[in-house]
């Protein structure tokens, strides 16, 4: 294990390295040897040539969904789609109703475009999952009012990898007839995604989150029951005037590619980080005072988020620097506060502050793994020694009845 | 995050980890913070006839700059009277360990650790002081 190269990444959720075959995909459509045409030049091959390469990209992420083309808006990322999908339907629907309901524990590209709506009149109502990150669907139905347009619900959790039930949320939304929004930024391409059978009117996308490029991403924009966006980006009327900005081939290529290899062997990357991903937990769990945040069972095994109960997330990040993981504590932001997704699953603070987030990919190797156990496993014990909290769980001490003066 | 030096330093090798017996008269104990915050600190001095602080010891609940600032300062402490340990600022501390200013509550919470300890001392010891 001396020559093994570190540090590892095990932060697959932040992002992934783009695929060799996929950036050698993109170079072709970049050089002067490449097709480098503006898909939008109607008067030559150049253009035909790129508007030929985008149209197959469209394809791929469309088999992938189980969608038709036409339905696929290309965006700079997950965070634009998501903003034109919430902002877009929110304000072309408001003569309909001023009500949109979403989830604490969404992606803040989604609870941040909410909080302008709110700020341009909207009401928003954020619930609260269970203390398994899954939303109730019998308090969400209780939720919906007379005026309720949209519904915002991300597939499967960026920081603890819960899936939510697409399938049921879709059902519920349609029979109110209200707009049903999903952020799939961490699902596409990792689990099955079928359009057909989902009632989603609105899917947000990336690529680098699936072993395509950053910069790019879609937004899937349902035809039949027919959903209207008014547009956030005006110009020169690309993608049917939804999205306008001149497509960036290369990128668009490489999502097109990333999707395509994605839907070839998703069941084998499924199944590879599912092993890993036992073997992780089966290294780890028998350490005292260890939690799995989320469900065990209703998840994406690539996340897994788990508490060392009394040592700090930061101090963790510090002490594990072999393994590129991230904190569920939120102080590397500098702001201190623990994440706000633990704190809406209930966790407690010593809980939410003691968290690291591991994602395992397409990449990641058994030895991987057995490093990270063993490196997790010192600081856990190193950083324990100096904890006084665990000095004091050791001695009996329940540190919930503490009166702690906040700081 | 990137870490300084010296933070590293006292973060990969802390100086006086441990605890010293809390009902022993001549041992002030200090714990500051919260777990809510991300930081506690438990900070222990023990004082001998002279008023001099013989020995020190720390534990920490936090990020590396918490531990590295109650690490940095058990060396302070040691062989300083209890009224010199009182002086100690939690500016020099953020100097000497080039804390960024977004880390800087990590130095308050050891001036706050120190002070604790010595107010505890100072109370367990209260009749000793006054006739002194």
Known sequence: MKDMKTPIYLDYASTTPIDKRVADKMFEFMTMDGKYGNPASRSHSFGWDADEAVSISRKHIADLINADPREIVWTSGATESDNLAIKGAAHFYKKKGKHIITVKTEHKAVLDACRQLEREGFEVTYMEPMSDGILDLEKLEAEIREDTVLISVMHVNNEIGVIQDIEKIGELARSKNIIFHVDAAQSAGKIDIDLEKMKVDLMSFSAHKIYGPKGIGALYVRRKPRVRLEAQIHGGGHERGLRSGTLPTHQIVGMGEAFRIAKEEMNKDYEKILQLRNRLWNGVKDMEEVYLNGDFENRYPGIMNISFNYVEGESLIMATKDIAVSSGSACTSASLEPSFVLRAIGRSDELAHSSLRMSIGRFTTEEDIDLTIETVTKAVEKLRALSPLWEMYKDGIDISKIEWAAH | ?132
């Not at chain 2, 809390?22 to 002030?28: F, T, Y």
């Not at chain 2, 506690?40 to 010891?57: F, R, S, T, W």
């Not at chain 2, 080039?98 to 050891?110: D, G, N």
Request: hydrophobic share 35%; with cysteine; net charge negative.
């Open chain 2, 1 to 132: 995050m990137a870490y300084g030096k010296k933070v590293l330093d006292h973060y990969e090798n802390p100086r006086n980890v441990g605890t010293l017996d809390k009902d022993d008269k001549s041992v002030g104990t200090g714990m500051v913070g919260a777990p809510a915050c991300g930081d506690v600190m438990k900070l222990q001095i023990k004082v001998n006839e002279e008023g001099v602080i013989e020995d020190a010891k720390f534990k920490t609940y936090g990020c590396g700059s918490a531990i590295a600032s109650s690490s940095l300062l058990t060396e302070w402490v040691r062989g300083k009277t209890v009224e010199q340990a009182q002086e100690i600022k939690n500016s020099e501390i953020a100097e000497e360990l080039a804390l960024p200013p977004v880390k800087i509550h990590c130095s308050v919470l050891a001036e706050d650790a120190i002070k604790a300890a010595v107010n505890d001392y100072y109370e367990k010891n209260e009749t000793k002081k006054e006739t002194a």
